[in-house]
Nanobody, 129 residues
Framework: VQLQASGGGLAQPGGSLRVSCTPS????????VAWVRQAPGKEREGVLC????????YYADSVKGRFTISKDNAKNTVYLEMNNLKPEDTAVYYC???????????????????????WGKGTLVTVSS
């Protein structure tokens, strides 16, 4: 299963943007879904994860208080709401799954090995004035 992200675009510093993930072949009711990102010239990193029971796990301290993750089970869609965006949030954002219901209890880099087989096409978020 590969998950595709959508909804990226250009936002100004301090602005907001929401990206979406509607996986095919996977039901978010039963599976955790995570967001990872890769900034230009940097390694990919874990950002946030939502479990099947709506528990949230943050993997990037830099987004706490600004980013939230949610899901709509009826639409089988997971959202990443990004507020107070900063230029350093510029990245390609990917959604992915560990393939089970809970979010891995690891750090941001550790998350990658659990979800690396499931991320598909990402969506570019650019924060610039």
């Amino acid at each position: 299963v590969q998950l595709q992200a959508s909804g990226g675009g250009l936002a100004q510093p301090g602005g907001s943007l929401r990206v979406s993930c509607t996986p095919s072949g996977l039901t978010v009711v039963y599976n955790a879904v995570a967001w990872v990102r890769q900034a230009p010239g940097k390694e990919r990193e874990g950002v946030l994860c939502i479990s099947s029971s709506n528990g949230t796990t943050y993997y990037a301290d830099s987004v706490k208080g600004r980013f939230t993750i949610s899901k709509d089970n009826a639409k089988n869609t997971v959202y990443l709401e990004m507020n107070n965006l900063k230029p350093e949030d510029t990245a390609v954002y990917y959604c992915a799954t560990p393939g089970w219901s809970a979010c891995p209890v690891v750090d941001g880099r550790g998350l990658l090995r659990y979800v690396m087989n499931s991320w598909g096409k990402g969506t570019l978020v650019t924060v610039s004035s």
